[in-house]
């Protein structure tokens, strides 16, 4: 019976542990940083909107456009939990230093 099992399977497995088990105050400070990129994209997806010529073919658009802020809401919040964009990782790293690392 062979095993395939490797040293580094297990560093990597602690190193994995070691990366799930952060304060609550680390933690608060991931939510935060995820809910400013989900802000800011949400900002940037409504700007970008803007600059779209809008047009009365279809007449009243107040549906439409209540549907599209809230479909940028959405866009914003997925791509901030995503990590796609960065953002909060970035803003996490930066201030991370400042968070004790036990409560």
Do not use: C, H
Request: hydrophobic share 35%.
């Amino acid at each position: 019976m062979r095993v395939n099992w490797s040293p580094s399977d297990l560093v990597a497995s602690k190193a994995d542990d070691l990366s799930k088990r952060k304060s609550s105050s680390q933690k608060d400070l991931q939510a935060a940083a995820e809910q400013f990129e989900a802000i800011f994209l949400y900002q940037l997806l409504e700007q970008m909107r803007r600059t779209v010529p809008e047009t009365d073919l279809l007449g009243d658009r107040k549906a439409e456009k209540i549907f599209q802020s809230m479909l940028d809401q959405e866009m914003a919040t997925t791509f901030s939990q995503s990590q796609s964009v960065g953002l909060a990782k970035m803003i996490y790293d930066q201030m991370s230093r400042y968070v004790p690392d036990d409560d």
